[in-house]
């Protein structure tokens, strides 16, 4: 039975994950993402493409399912447009977290680019609302039966709170789609789960495939002492991350340091949504790792004790701090705002913890040290410390290699692909 692959978004880059797979007659479609880095047509999938490919009246009738692997908006941030503006209205799978989590990045992300020059195809929070009345959440190793023909699974993925790899089945033909995941554990999350089984087609994310990065305490060194050298020399330390994920591993890592160390600097955060955020980690601790499982009875993680809410009106204190700030990868929000301010100084630090996408000021910072930054009209001098450190929740590709061989696949697929040519995995 032939199975065949669509790749709609992150074919060779990162950014708006969305390949639709025909198994046995059925077309899934897996991650329906945007590109963050883009404000143009480039900003969504390539929809009328595929609706074109298939001669199909409109995209109910094409598509049998539509599954969300995890929250990050490169995997959810067009399932709006696309079912409140392209008219999808077929069934869509996420796991109870992503499904819980998901309308607050989605509202995040679009309050932060509203406005935004090219942002008119934007979705509405309306829109986000009755989106999300359509999806049906999923447990990990439940057999969901989407039609007489079509079987999708869900497993642990690692990666963040919720995320899942997908393993979808029509009659003897099997696949699995990993969509973002992590062979190692980390601070909050286990290691990618899955059970030994017979595929035909293994599409598995491939950020970091041409790399095998650190061990982990020896990158949490290098965070700790980079953040600890600017602090120490009365510095300020921007931090952008989206306020799900590695926003609680690294508030995690600095409260236990700052707890030892006896520091007193203050440490703050600029999303409400992590308060709301916070809330939900506490409720989905059955997703975190053994380690916060067994002990959050006696002492919750999630309640830090040196991180608190930042006030706009502390942007001009003088001293020095640590700020985490929303959105990751500087495309605007608060941590554009703090960038613009705090950039222009050599006593401060700009970490930027994990990959960045082409097109935002994080991928301008990570592919060098610019003098300056041009945001649309705007000229921001560049005169602090920049540091890149690989916290991504991303397998490498060691992990890739592992699971590849754990697997066994009959056809292996890497998506995004990191080479300019098609590669198998071997």
């Given at each position: ?162 995320a899942a790899m997908i393993y979808a089945k029509v009659g003897d033909a099997a696949m699995v789609y990993t969509g973002d995941y992590n062979m190692t554990p980390d601070r909050h999350l286990g290691a990618a789960q ?186 921001i001098d560049v005169r602090c410390q920049i540091h890149q450190l690989a916290f991504s929740p991303h397998t490498d590709s060691k992990g890739i290699m592992d699971l590849t061989e754990f697997l066994s696949p009959k ?16």
């Amino acid at each position: 039975m032939a199975i065949e692959c669509l790749v709609l978004g992150a074919g060779q880059e990162v950014g708006k994950s969305c390949v639709v797979v025909t198994i046995g007659g059925k077309r899934v479609m897996f991650d329906c993402g945007m590109h963050m880095g883009y404000h143009d047509d480039r900003h969504y999938p390539d929809f009328a493409r595929a609706l074109a490919a298939w001669g199909a009246p409109d995209f109910t009738t094409a598509i049998s399912c539509v599954v969300i692997t995890h929250f990050h908006m490169d995997h959810i941030g067009a399932l709006p447009y696309f079912t409140e503006v392209c008219g999808y209205h077929g069934p869509i799978y996420m796991t109870y977290p992503t499904k819980a989590l998901a309308p607050f990045m989605l509202e995040d992300y679009r309050k932060v680019t509203m406005g935004q020059r090219g942002e008119e195809k934007q979705y509405s929070y309306e829109d986000i609302l009755r989106c999300m009345k359509k999806v049906t959440p999923m447990d990990l190793k439940q057999t969901v039966q989407v039609d007489k023909d079509l079987v999708i699974r869900a497993y642990y993925a690692g990666h963040v709170i919720g995320a899942a790899m997908i393993y979808a089945k029509v009659g003897d033909a099997a696949m699995v789609y990993t969509g973002d995941y992590n062979m190692t554990p980390d601070r909050h999350l286990g290691a990618a789960q899955i059970d030994r089984l017979k595929l035909d087609v293994l599409i598995t994310e491939s950020t970091y495939a041409k790399s095998i990065r650190d061990s982990k305490p020896a990158r949490e060194r290098e965070f700790l002492k980079a953040v600890h050298k600017c602090v120490s020399g009365g510095g300020k330390v921007l931090i952008p991350t989206f306020a799900l994920g590695r926003a609680q591993e690294l508030c995690m890592l600095l409260d236990d340091y700052w707890e030892r160390m006896g520091l007193k600097v203050p440490i703050y955060f600029s999303a409400g949504l992590t308060i709301q955020a916070n809330v939900y980690y506490k409720m989905l601790i059955g997703w975190t790792s053994q380690k916060i499982k067994d002990s959050h009875t006696v002492h919750n993680p999630f309640d830090f004790k040196h991180v608190c809410h930042f006030e706009r009106s502390f942007i001009n204190n003088p001293g020095p701090c640590v700020l985490f700030a929303t959105p990751g990868m500087i495309t605007g929000g608060f941590s554009l705002e703090a960038f613009k301010k705090w950039a222009p100084s050599e006593k401060n630090l700009v970490t930027l913890p994990g990959y960045c996408v082409s097109g935002t000021i994080g991928h301008k910072l990570m592919c060098g040290k610019p003098t300056r930054v041009d945001y649309e009209d705007t000229h921001i001098d560049v005169r602090c410390q920049i540091h890149q450190l690989a916290f991504s929740p991303h397998t490498d590709s060691k992990g890739i290699m592992d699971l590849t061989e754990f697997l066994s696949p009959k056809n292996g697929i890497m998506n995004p692909s990191p080479f300019r040519q098609p590669r198998t995995l071997k």
